[in-house]
């Protein structure tokens, strides 16, 4: 089992970038494949971005190829979500998620394991 803890969220101007962090517990992080994904104000919780176990692949959805990059270090059980150029329409929770897999999963239903979030707000 993983607890994710996810941090770095805040308020920051159209254009400008954050680095999210999400943090797990327990000695098997590298076991695990990592996402981000996102739910704004009515809207479902959709994909961001993933990572396999190793580094050695990374999926990314269409609205934030080329700004977003998704990242992770297994000696400090960390992933990352750096945010640049960022929208108005980023603006959502964002959380990481975990799957003791080697592929790299894309969907919700994929995941089994998620951390309680962290707000992003991208002012216009």
């Known amino acids: 089992q993983v607890q994710l803890v996810e941090s770095g969220g805040g308020l920051v101007q159209a254009g400008g970038s954050l680095r999210l962090s999400c943090a797990a517990s327990g000695r098997t992080f590298s076991t695990y494949a990592m996402g981000w994904f996102r739910q704004a104000p009515g809207k479902e919780r959709e994909f961001v971005a993933a990572i396999s176990r190793s580094s050695g692949s990374t999926r990314y959805a269409d609205s934030v190829k080329g700004r977003f990059t998704i990242s992770r270090d297994n000696a400090k059980n960390t992933v990352y979500l750096q945010m640049n150029s960022l929208e108005p329409e980023d603006t959502a929770v964002y959380y990481c998620?975990?799957?003791?897999?080697?592929?790299?999963?894309?969907?919700?239903?994929?995941?089994?394991?998620w951390g309680q979030g962290t707000r992003v707000t991208v002012s216009s």
């Open positions: 998620a975990a799957r003791n897999t080697v592929m790299v999963p894309t969907t919700r239903q994929e995941y089994n394991y």
